[in-house]
């Protein structure tokens, strides 16, 4: 299991730096070796934290780390343009600057360049590990043709996708192209943004500075029947003396070794709530029964809005 860093730049809410440096620690030291992040997170912010946080211990942390894409005052972010040669290398060299690092472990595309053809993009975070700036490759919700045209080019390592009881579409074939390649799947949103934990009792933002606002299943269109089935994932929670987000990373754990949950969080409270997920054994009967739960197609809404959903699946 990685550690998310998402949520420590502010997305859901003011986060605090020394707590957050504080969980990057507490992590490392119950054997955490992966951490997620992206140079847009926080315009920076999250690199310069986790760079400070690992200053003494760079050699105990596998970095994933995403390029984020261009963003644009009138459109947001926009994943054309974001794929070019040009553009990779510029955000890798900014990326080591602000971490204070010199190699990444693993440079991710966050979102295909519908403009530039995959194999341009990967050819060119190729050359990336050829000059030792980089040590792997990914993508990241990219379609699975897309991942094997690029894996042509060069070897990728690993793809990010959303992937929890709500989000299953890596099922439907990202998880069959990824055994044939060898490639790790970095499941991120394991607990659906936190609506999968119980504790998001309204529809909308959770706060002034709360992204969720925007996402479909955050709405009030959407909240009851999303609510309803949290329900029933808090009470086989209290039956196995765990919280509701535990059993929704060891439903994860169980699909497989290649599956790498990459929860986020801010504190060491919820680092330690996550972790311990991986001391549940969930049973073949809980396993049939979250799948009654949450069968595939079940979540009500769209996990992004209209123009979140076109750059996803390219």
């Given at each position: 299991m990685g550690l998310g860093c998402y949520s420590m730049s502010g997305a859901y809410g003011a986060a605090d730096d020394a707590e957050s440096i504080a969980t990057i620690h507490r992590a490392i030291e119950r054997g955490?070796?992966?951490?997620?992040?992206?140079?847009?997170?926080?315009?920076?912010?999250?690199?310069?934290?986790?760079?400070?946080?690992?200053?003494?211990?760079?050699?105990?942390?596998?970095?994933?780390?995403?390029?984020?894409?261009?963003?644009?005052?009138?459109?947001?972010?926009?994943?054309?343009?974001?794929?070019?040669?040009?553009?990779?290398?510029?955000?890798?060299?900014?990326?080591?600057?602000?971490?204070?690092?010199?190699?990444?472990?693993?440079?991710?595309?966050?979102?295909?360049?519908?403009?530039?053809?995959?194999?341009?993009?990967?050819?060119?975070?190729?050359?990336?590990?050829?000059?030792?700036?980089?040590?792997?490759?990914?993508?990241?919700?990219?379609?699975?043709?897309?991942?094997?045209?690029?894996?042509?080019?060069?070897?990728?390592?690993?793809?990010?996708?959303?992937?929890?009881?709500?989000?299953?579409?890596?099922?439907?074939?990202?998880?069959?192209?990824?055994?044939?390649?060898?490639?790790?799947?970095?499941?991120?949103?394991?607990?659906?943004?936190?609506?999968?934990?119980?504790t998001v009792n309204k529809a909308g933002a959770q706060s002034d500075a709360d992204t969720r606002q925007k996402f479909p299943r955050f709405t009030e269109d959407h909240f009851a029947a999303n609510r309803q089935r949290v329900t029933q994932l808090e009470a086989l929670g209290r039956d196995k003396g765990a919280t509701a987000a535990q059993i929704c990373l060891a439903w994860l754990l169980a699909q497989g070794d290649d599956v790498f949950p990459i929860p986020g969080c801010k504190s060491r409270r919820h680092l330690d709530e996550n972790l311990d997920a991986m001391d549940i054994a969930l049973t073949p009967e809980d396993l049939s029964f979250l799948d009654l739960v949450f069968p595939k197609g079940s979540a009500s809404g769209d996990r992004y809005p209209p123009d979140g959903m076109q750059r996803v699946n390219r």
């Open positions: 955490v070796t992966l951490l997620d992040t992206s140079a847009s997170y926080g315009q920076g912010h999250n690199h310069t934290l986790i760079g400070k946080a690992i200053k003494d211990r760079r050699d105990k942390v596998f970095i994933h780390s995403k390029t984020g894409t261009i963003r644009s005052r009138e459109m947001g972010s926009v994943a054309e343009g974001s794929g070019t040669p040009e553009r990779l290398r510029e955000i890798c060299d900014l990326s080591l600057k602000n971490l204070g690092i010199k190699t990444l472990d693993v440079m991710t595309m966050s979102r295909v360049d519908p403009t530039v053809p995959i194999e341009e993009s990967v050819g060119a975070m190729g050359r990336l590990v050829d000059d030792g700036k980089i040590r792997f490759i990914g993508l990241s919700e990219a379609a699975s043709a897309t991942v094997r045209h690029g894996f042509g080019t060069r070897t990728l390592t690993s793809l990010q996708y959303e992937y929890s009881l709500w989000t299953r579409d890596p099922e439907d074939d990202h998880l069959v192209t990824c055994r044939e390649l060898d490639m790790a799947l970095m499941a991120y949103a394991p607990l659906g943004y936190g609506f999968l934990t119980g």
